[in-house]
């Protein structure tokens, strides 16, 4: 008998799997750990239930095989995300890639935290995966979409800085030293940073950690070596993101 959810709704009615995963669970139950890792492979004919598979992963002992199960069960998860490129031509979308960095990680975070201690939050995936993936694809689209549409006037359609971008800019250093010194300024720099794009994020981490954006001497992780960017990408994004920590800044007060 596969173990019961301990979730309950808001009527106080618990969690049941669907008579067809319970049933195929059982069976699942008597079969090698060996052919279970087979099957849990969606090339396969028959394949695993993602209910089923969660199952296992969540009830399986430390060690190889529950790894293994793990795995293919985060296949299943960034297949049910769209994909990375944008429509119309084959170009990765930033956006689109942390959205799906988003929901996988998120999954990860869950099992890890059930495997500390059982997360009833897992529950809802084992009653019905694609719906509970789905309701986290919806909620990573509305953060990051968001995200990317405050952005939009900062760029022009070839991706190339705006002239907008470019007289925000200027001069303007956010990693100015002597700012740096100022605790406050600190604290109101870290939370614009963070609400940055990832990529941005990311360069201006690594500027503030005095990582140089290029370099000739092979031996230096430069930002364009460590990000698998050309430096005028760098450099493009950087702007970008010194012109939103400008404009994020000044609403707060800091000029």
């Not at 293919?72 to 959205?99: C, F």
């Amino acid at each position: 008998m596969p173990c019961p959810l301990r979730k309950f709704k808001i009527d106080g009615t618990p969690y049941f799997r669907r008579d067809k995963v319970e049933a195929e669970i059982q069976t699942l139950a008597g079969i090698s750990a060996a052919e279970l890792e087979r099957r849990a492979d969606i090339s396969e004919p028959g394949f695993i239930s993602p209910e089923a598979l969660l199952y296992f992963v969540r009830n399986a002992s430390a060690g190889t095989h529950r790894e293994k199960l793990t795995e293919k069960l985060l296949g299943r998860v960034a297949r049910k995300v769209r994909s990375v490129t944008n429509s119309g031509d084959n170009t990765v979308s930033l956006t689109r890639m942390n959205i799906r960095e988003d929901i996988v990680d998120h999954f990860v975070d869950l099992l890890l935290s059930d495997r500390d201690q059982y997360d009833e939050r897992l529950d809802y995936y084992e009653v019905n995966f694609n719906a509970a993936i789905a309701a986290d694809r919806h909620d990573a689209n509305v953060r990051h979409w968001k995200h990317e549409n405050r952005n939009d006037d900062l760029e022009t359609e070839d991706g190339e800085i705006s002239a907008q971008v470019e007289s925000i800019v200027g001069g303007y250093n956010p990693l100015d030293p002597d700012e740096l010194d100022k605790k406050a300024y600190r604290l109101l720099l870290d939370d614009a940073i963070d609400s940055l794009p990832e990529l941005q994020r990311r360069i201006v981490v690594m500027l503030r950690q005095e990582v140089p954006i290029e370099s000739k001497d092979p031996s230096i992780d430069s930002i364009s070596k460590v990000l698998g960017k050309s430096e005028k990408t760098i450099r493009t994004h950087r702007d970008k993101a010194y012109a939103s920590l400008k404009l994020r800044l000044q609403r707060k007060g800091k000029k």
